[in-house]
């Protein structure tokens, strides 16, 4: 069975109108610059020409992994029950060992934003606070293997605010 992707209907509707953007837009920016690359004579040594090729491989690539995102997403709805920490909640917690307050956002993996505090559901912070109540103490264990214990300060809607 083909993996899941889980996201909100505006994180769907956005990876669409970005699937969209790569097939025409960015592909016909790409294709104009190999055409001017190739004017430029011998294709061996011609470092314009293999810069768009690798950028045509990489959009390609992206685009892959959109479709396939797209055609395998779980479309969650967002509660509004506050209760306990799911899909769609804003998180407050306080980390005991940095003496740090910080809010997360739980979204799904597609809408994930770290350097906004938007984290995927399935990430291990994620997974940690998913289900868990305020005043709970919930132990994140980390990729590298170093684990940590935060406690759920808050809970609250948290909205789909996917960076632009």
Known sequence: MAEEFIMTQKGYDEAKEYLRYLKTEKKKEITERIKVARG??????????????????????????????????????????????HFGSQVTLYDRDLEETVVYTIMGSTEADPDKNIVAIDSPIGIALAGASK?????????NGFDYEVEIREISEGGSAKAE
């Open 135 to 143: 005043g709970d103490v919930v132990t994140v264990h980390a990729p």
């Open 40 to 85: 430029f004579g011998d294709l061996s040594e011609n470092a314009e020409y293999d810069a768009a090729k690798n950028e045509e491989a990489l959009n390609e690539s992206e685009i892959r992994e959109l479709e396939n995102k797209i055609k395998n997403a779980k479309i969650m709805e967002e509660s509004k029950d506050n209760s306990k920490v």
